[in-house]
C-alpha cells in the first residue's frame, strides 16, 4: 500500500496554519480539482478525495492534534475510522463550497434565478474619458404577464416531486456528497401541471428593452458596467439575472490613450522651434495655450498638468502630454531660400553642428 502523503504537504500550508488558511488551501484545490469540473478524471478525483480527507483531520483541534503526534503512525485512527464519528462531511463542504454547489451558503439552491447577459457598447473617446448616459436596445426575454412570469396558466405552481422542492439532488461519490441542480425542475424547486399557452410554461417571451445606461467617468477598453436585474428573468417567478454591459472604445485621431494619461502629437514650424511661440493646443477640454520655448528639439514631451483622463470611481485626472513635432519645409520660395541659405553663411557652416559631430565621430570611427 502507498504510504500517505503529509496532510501539511497536500494542503500546501506550514504546520502553523489557522483554520482560515486551512479553508483557502482547501478551496482552491477543491474548486480546480473537484469532479463535477473533470467529469471522468480519476486523476483529478484522486488529488480533490486526497485534499478532502487532509482538511477534514486538520480542520479538527482533536484529530489535528492526534495527527500532528502520530502523524499516520498507529496512534492516529486514521480516515474514516472511529476517531471521525460524528463528522459530517456535507457540513464542511457545504460552509466553504455553497456558491460553488449553485446554492447560498446557509440554504439552498438560489432557484430558478435567469441568466446574465452581456451587451457590448461602443463609445467615442469623449464618452468613455467625461462619462454618458446611453441608450441601448437589447434583445431578451420578457417576463409573461399572463401567467406572471409562473408559466402556468393558473398561475400556480406545484413541487417538484423529484428534489421536494430543494431545487437540486444529492448523490454520493465515493466518500463525499455531491450537489446538482435537479433535471425536472431545473433548479426552481417547482414544476407546472397547467402550462401557459402564451410562454408554453416558460415563464419568459422573446422581446426586446430599452435600457438607459449610466455610463461612469474614466471606463476603457473592457470596462464592466453591471446593471443588477437587467439580465433574463428568473424561471417559474424566479429573480432576473443581471446585464453586463462592456465597453470598447473608438480610437481618436489626436488622442492615445495609456491609463489616464493622454498623449498627443502637434507639429511646429523649424522657426517656431528656434526663435519659442505660444501655441494652441488641443486637449479634452477644448484649445488651451503653451508656450514653446526658443531652441525647442523635435520630440520634445511638454506636460499639461490635469488635462488628461478623470480617475475612474475616484477623484483627481491624469495628465495630457504633448509631443512637438518639427516639421521641415519641403518646398521654398526663392526668397525663403536665400534667406536660409544667409543664416546657413552667418553660423559659418553648411551642416549643422550635430551632423557635424557625427560625421566627425564617423570618421574618428573608421579612421
Known sequence: ????????????????????????????????????????????????????EAYTVLSDP???????????????????????????????????FGEFFGGRRGGGMQRGRGADLRYNLELKFEEAAFGSEVQ?????PKRCEPCDGTGSKSKQTRTCPTCGGAGEVRFTQGFFAVSRPCGQ???????????CKECKGQGRVAGESTLTVKIPPGV????????????????????????????HVREH??????????????????????????????????KVKMKIPPGTQSGKVFRLKGKGIPHLHGSGRG???????????TELSAAQRELLEKFAAACGEEVSPQTRNFFQKVKELFG
Not at 441601448?136 to 431578451?140: D, N
Not at 528656434?274 to 477640454?285: E, F, N, Y
Open 136 to 140: 441601448v436596445k437589447l434583445p431578451r
Open 220 to 247: 476603457d477598453t473592457g470596462t464592466r458596467v453591471r446593471l443588477a436585474g437587467e439580465g433574463e428573468p428568473g424561471e417559474a417567478g424566479g429573480p432576473a439575472g443581471d446585464l453586463y454591459v462592456v465597453v
Open 319 to 329: 495628465d495630457q502630454h504633448v509631443r512637438v513635432l518639427v516639421e521641415t519645409p
Open 1 to 52: 500500500m502507498a504510504q500517505k502523503r503529509d496532510y501539511y504537504e497536500v494542503l500546501g500550508v506550514d504546520r502553523g496554519a489557522d483554520e482560515a488558511a486551512l479553508k483557502s488551501a482547501f478551496r482552491k484545490i477543491a474548486l480546480q480539482y473537484h469532479p463535477d469540473r473533470n467529469p471522468g478524471n480519476k486523476e483529478a478525483e484522486e488529488i480533490y478525495k486526497e485534499a478532502s
Open 185 to 195: 425542475c431545473g433548479g426552481s424547486g417547482h414544476v407546472v401541471s397547467d402550462p
Open 62 to 96: 482533536d484529530k489535528r492534534a492526534k495527527y500532528d503526534r502520530f502523524g499516520h503512525g498507529p496512534g492516529f485512527e486514521g480516515f474514516g475510522g472511529a476517531g471521525f464519528a460524528g463528522v459530517n462531511l456535507n457540513d464542511i463542504f457545504g460552509e466553504i
Open 253 to 286: 485621431p489626436i488622442f492615445v490613450r495609456e491609463e489616464y494619461e493622454v498623449l498627443a502629437e502637434v507639429p511646429i514650424s523649424f522657426t517656431q522651434a528656434a526663435l519659442g511661440a505660444q501655441i494652441d493646443v488641443p486637449t479634452l477640454d477644448g
